[in-house]
């Protein structure tokens, strides 16, 4: 509490002056209103704590000050201030709520003593209220925790069983129920076991109470619910070190298992895939050794030939490893530039000529008439198309055709690269844009790849916004459409 | 001048059945080719081989089951098969593991790649 504000109303200057003087040197700031008008017009304007107040005055009388500050500031204490000293006036004062008076005449001490035990007063009431403030806020913090925690509690993801210390449950969470599949209703105030029929989590929270030490174990799938859960069961001891009971946290680690199991799988995969080749250049290795003594030249040569083109597919795999991993945890950074679309195609089908012209194939090329751009990487997408039209030249027989074409519609640019080559079966081909997946048959045997190249082509084409879809026919022919966003961008002149 | 025994190789990736066949023909046998089970129980169907080299996976119809189909038949139990695999019991995640091998009727199996001298010398054995 700041500096005492007091203010002396009364109509004798005398009375004024002296009540002023007595106040001088206690710290208290004094203002004086000559009028009952005049005091309710500062009391008004500033704030006041005591006011010393005359009962008769011309005009506005003391009462009837009074009876305005005690029904619009009743925080300010009253000192009355009467010449006529009677008892009922001085009563009457006190009962419209004055806090004492002093009768005229007085010493400077007796309004001193007044004026500080209303100070007093004051300075009480402003604790308490002070004291009254920090418990009403207190008890606020502690309902805003409660309900903090139970929403925390809500909110969890795992499942979260509270129970005593004889395993009957106290409390859970709604995840619990969810989680651990619980039938049971309810299962507040029931023992564990009859609401999980898997005993070893009900033998987890008992060991847990028993060794008063966390116990952790997981769940498989079948055994509680049929997801995959790891539990932490904690025992809740008392300051004492008494066991009261446990708390028990349950997380479905389906997921987890299940991008292990994956990962197992595919580097399984992956060694498989390495491991094959290498088993055959190693065995051509063997060949070259005991054969060219008394092989055919040209039987040695073949070996030989062979081995380079297993080595190169090898590193190829190991390439297109790389890049199919780099793209799926998303470090490719992608420069994204507006490319003329016929342009890469015309690139593309000069690469691929003097293969197919080998081959005896027929390669078409028929873009649509009017220019388009997309905004892509050019590498990426490159070696994605030319990705696609080698498999076609790859998988045609001699003297089939292939043919490259495009078209525009709906602001998309479609690519479409279709082949007259062995075809794909409705089995195989579900799982053609599948990490190593290959089409084993007599008709492939002869064909060499990663089994990776669609998995890529597909990766890339998606990362640029794009669509790839393949048709085929097994004898007839593969088609293959990409289908792109093309840009805003107008044919220079 | 004695016939030259006949061995059946079958595998489904040529090269290796191309660099086992120059193995054996340089042994001094007469080799036939197949590349997947189908057609190795075909080739033995038009001329029974004294022996067979049969790899545990293949397409179409992998060693063990076109292994089975042969011994199942009075007609080709007798000849022996020697299995390879590029696996055998070191890749633990794999499908094929030692106890397919030592539950299979063939009478040898070998790891992929095959020693040249090894795998004459198990051929021989089994011919004799």
């Excluded at chain 1, 680690?253 to 199991?261: A, G, N, P, V, Y």
């Excluded at chain 1, 998303?330 to 081959?359: C, M, R, S, Y």
């Excluded at chain 2, 094929?96 to 020693?115: F, N, Q, W």
Aim: with cysteine; glycine share 8%.
């Amino acid at each position: 509490m700041g500096d005492i504000r007091i203010l002396i109303v009364d109509d004798e200057k005398v009375i004024r002056e002296g009540v002023e003087r007595a106040l001088a040197g206690l710290g208290y700031s004094v203002a004086k209103a000559d009028s009952g008008e005049r005091g309710l017009e500062m009391i008004r304007a500033e704030a006041y704590d005591i006011v010393l107040l005359d009962l008769m005055m011309p005009g506005i009388d003391g009462f009837t000050v009074l009876n305005w500050i005690k029904e619009n500031q009743p925080l300010i204490e009253v000192i009355v201030i009467t010449g006529f000293a009677t008892v009922s006036k001085a009563v009457t004062a006190m009962k419209q709520g004055a806090f004492d008076f002093v009768g005229k005449p007085f010493t400077p001490d007796y309004i001193r003593i007044v004026v500080a035990k209303a100070v007093a007063k004051l300075r009480l009431q402003a604790e308490t209220e002070q004291l009254r403030e920090e418990r009403t806020l207190s008890l606020e913090a502690i309902n805003k925790e409660q309900s903090r925690l139970k929403t925390v509690f809500g909110c969890m993801v795992e499942a979260v069983i509270i129970t005593d210390k004889e395993g009957v449950v106290v409390h859970h969470n709604p995840a619990a129920i969810s989680i651990l599949e619980i039938q049971t209703d309810p299962v507040v105030g029931k023992s564990l076991a009859s609401s999980i029929r898997d005993t070893a989590a009900v033998e987890m929270i008992l060991e847990a109470i028993d060794k008063a030490g966390v116990v952790t174990r997981e769940f498989p799938p079948g055994s509680i619910s049929r997801r995959y859960l790891r539990a932490h069961c904690s025992p809740v001891k008392a300051h004492g070190g008494a066991v009261l009971g446990s708390v028990t946290v349950f997380e479905d680690i389906s997921t987890h298992k299940e991008i292990d199991r994956m990962k197992s799988d595919f580097v399984a995969m992956v060694a498989h895939e390495l491991k094959s080749p290498l088993a055959s250049i190693e065995q051509m290795i063997y060949a070259l050794q005991v054969g060219c003594k008394y092989e055919a030249l040209h039987s040695c040569n073949s070996l030989h030939n062979r081995m380079i083109v297993r080595t190169r597919d090898l590193l190829q795999l190991i390439e297109n490893l790389l890049n199919l991993s780099k793209l799926e945890s998303g470090t490719v950074v992608f420069h994204l530039e507006p490319i003329k679309g016929h342009e890469i195609l015309a690139d593309i089908v000069e690469i691929v000529t003097p293969q197919a012209e080998g081959k005896g194939l027929n390669l078409l090329f028929r873009p649509c008439q009017e220019d388009w751009w997309f905004n892509v990487d050019y590498d990426h997408i490159r070696s994605a198309f030319l990705n696609i039209v080698s498999n076609a030249v790859k998988y045609t027989p001699e003297g089939g055709t292939i043919e490259i074409s495009t078209s525009l519609s709906g602001g998309l640019a479609s690519l479409v690269v279709k082949d007259s080559g062995i075809g794909i079966g409705k089995e195989d081909l579900q799982h053609i844009f599948d990490r190593f997946f290959r089409v084993k048959g007599k008709a492939t045997r002869h064909i060499t790849g990663s089994g990776l190249g669609l998995s890529l082509v597909k990766k890339v084409v998606e990362a640029h916004k794009g669509y790839i879809d393949v048709q085929s026919d097994l004898g007839a022919g593969t088609t293959f459409t990409l289908r792109f966003p093309v840009t805003e961008m107008l044919a220079p002149a | 001048m004695t016939e030259k025994k006949k061995i059946l190789l079958i595998d489904d990736d040529p090269d290796f059945v191309e660099a086992v066949r120059v193995i054996i023909e340089n042994g001094g046998y007469d080799v036939q080719v197949a590349y997947d089970g189908a057609e190795g129980l075909e080739a033995v169907g038009q001329q029974k081989p004294d022996l067979i080299i049969l790899d545990v996976m293949m397409p179409v119809m992998n060693g063990h089951e076109a292994c089975a189909k042969l011994k199942a038949d009075p007609e080709t139990a007798k000849i022996p098969i020697i299995l390879l695999t590029a696996v055998a019991d070191r890749v633990t995640t794999s499908t094929y593991t030692h106890r397919d091998m030592l539950e299979s009727e063939a009478e040898d199996y070998m790891p992929k790649p095959v020693e040249p001298v090894e795998l004459l010398n198990l051929v021989e054995q089994w011919l004799k």
